[in-house]
């Protein structure tokens, strides 16, 4: 029977952020220019995550896999790991706090075989809001839970949490500003992955703190179905990173897989997708938003819309970063 509102250990916040100092540079290769999806899949899984310290969640997850765990073990393991090193100050509780000064944690997992999925917004005090939105997945008849439901809920599964004895001054101090934040968030990276594996079925997550100094209560794209992340174990599946009001407007990730069922190639899908919202966005190209994506075959892609785009690729056969130019406006 599950422990109601229990917690194994506890740290504080400034025990995560010394933990995570240093601990995402760690490459186990150079980024290599990369601008088309692999023409055939390589045998065995394949993995593809956001950003250059997105290798570690690959290299773990394979292991997983390899070990014996499912892809979604692979996911949830190989996401948690960058949760607890707070890898860019963009992920986990050693990310860059909210406009009230604390962390606000947003993660989702999608399953393919069954459509399955779970979400967590508004997180707090969680150590693996990844771990959260997979017992949202499986132990609810929800998909999504938010702000203090969503940590009651994660406490319920025995999830590790920090001390957060502080955060009711923090509010209240914010609150009695009545004022509105200033603008100036900043980061806004997540680590999304994704997986196709040996039995040629998919699995994605995604993980992130948010913008730092966003408004409290603010939820990005990460843990919205279709917009950060999005598996359709007939086609492929799509994650997303960068500023999210642009994903989220969008529905990009389901775009993006759409795209796929059309019959693009990962690559050109998210290049598609980008195009498409740059026609219809009043900022054009300058949109701050990246993307991942592998097709049912195997074969994997990324875009970006203003800037170079390092991802990382995990297969039997090897682990690289990647990385892709901005697209080339129309």
């Not at 399953?111 to 999925?117: K, T």
């Not at 968030?185 to 594996?197: A, N, Q, R, S, Y």
């Given at each position: 029977?599950?422990?109601?509102?229990?917690?194994?250990?506890?740290?504080g916040l400034a025990a995560f952020a010394l933990l995570a100092l240093g601990a995402c540079q760690t490459m186990t290769s150079e980024?290599?220019?990369?601008?088309?999806?692999?023409?055939?899949?390589?045998?065995?899984?394949?993995?593809?995550?956001?950003?250059?310290?997105?290798?570690?969640?690959?290299?773990?997850?394979?292991?997983?896999?390899?070990?014996?765990?499912?892809?979604?073990?692979?996911?949830?393991?190989?996401?948690?790991?960058?949760?607890?090193?707070?890898?860019?100050?963009?992920?986990?509780?050693?990310?860059?706090?909210?406009?009230?000064?604390?962390?606000?944690?947003?993660?989702?997992?999608?399953?393919?075989?069954?459509?399955?999925?779970?979400?967590?917004?508004?997180?707090?005090?969680?150590?693996?809001?990844?771990?959260?939105?997979?017992?949202?997945?499986?132990?609810?008849?929800?998909?999504?839970?938010?702000?203090?439901?969503?940590?009651?809920?994660?406490?319920?599964?025995?999830?590790?949490?920090?001390?957060?004895?502080?955060?009711?001054?923090?509010k209240q101090a914010f609150a009695s500003q009545q004022t509105t934040p200033p603008d100036g968030e900043v980061g806004h990276d997540?680590?999304?992955?994704?997986?196709?594996?040996?039995?040629?079925?998919?699995?994605?997550?995604?993980?992130?703190?948010?913008?730092?100094?966003?408004?409290?209560?603010?939820?990005?794209?990460?843990?919205?179905?279709?917009?950060?992340?999005?598996?359709?174990?007939?086609?492929?599946?799509?994650?997303?990173?960068?500023?999210?009001?642009?994903?989220?407007?969008?529905?990009?990730?389901?775009?993006?897989?759409?795209?796929?069922?059309?019959?693009?190639?990962?690559?050109?899908?998210?290049?598609?997708?980008?195009?498409?919202?740059?026609?219809?966005?009043?900022?054009?190209?300058?949109?701050?938003?990246?993307?991942?994506?592998?097709?049912?075959?195997?074969?994997?892609?990324?875009?970006?819309?203003?800037?170079?785009?390092?991802?990382?690729?995990?297969?039997?056969?090897?682990?690289?970063?990647?990385?892709?130019?901005?697209?080339?406006?129309?």
């Amino acid at each position: 029977m599950t422990r109601l509102f229990s917690t194994r250990r506890r740290r504080g916040l400034a025990a995560f952020a010394l933990l995570a100092l240093g601990a995402c540079q760690t490459m186990t290769s150079e980024p290599v220019a990369h601008t088309e999806s692999a023409s055939a899949p390589p045998h065995g899984p394949v993995l593809i995550a956001t950003w250059p310290f997105g290798q570690q969640a690959t290299d773990l997850a394979l292991q997983v896999m390899q070990a014996g765990g499912s892809a979604l073990d692979g996911i949830e393991q190989g996401i948690g790991l960058i949760e607890s090193l707070g890898c860019d100050g963009t992920v986990g509780l050693a990310g860059r706090p909210n406009a009230a000064g604390y962390a606000q944690l947003d993660a989702c997992i999608m399953n393919g075989p069954d459509h399955n999925a779970g979400s967590v917004a508004a997180l707090e005090g969680i150590v693996h809001p990844i771990s959260a939105a997979r017992r949202v997945m499986e132990h609810s008849p929800h998909v999504m839970l938010v702000g203090e439901g969503a940590r009651w809920f994660a406490l319920q599964h025995g999830l590790e949490s920090v001390d957060v004895s502080e955060l009711p001054e923090k509010k209240q101090a914010f609150a009695s500003q009545q004022t509105t934040p200033p603008d100036g968030e900043v980061g806004h990276d997540t680590i999304g992955l994704l997986i196709l594996d040996a039995q040629g079925d998919l699995a994605g997550g995604a993980s992130t703190s948010g913008a730092g100094g966003k408004w409290p209560g603010r939820v990005g794209d990460s843990p919205i179905l279709g917009s950060g992340l999005y598996v359709d174990n007939e086609v492929g599946a799509a994650a997303g990173t960068g500023l999210g009001e642009n994903i989220m407007r969008y529905a990009a990730t389901t775009l993006i897989v759409e795209r796929m069922r059309a019959g693009l190639d990962p690559q050109s899908a998210c290049e598609e997708v980008i195009h498409h919202i740059a026609a219809r966005d009043p900022r054009g190209y300058d949109l701050s938003i990246c993307f991942i994506a592998i097709d049912k075959s195997g074969r994997v892609g990324a875009a970006c819309s203003n800037d170079e785009f390092p991802y990382a690729v995990t297969t039997p056969a090897g682990s690289e970063v990647r990385k892709v130019s901005a697209v080339q406006p129309r």
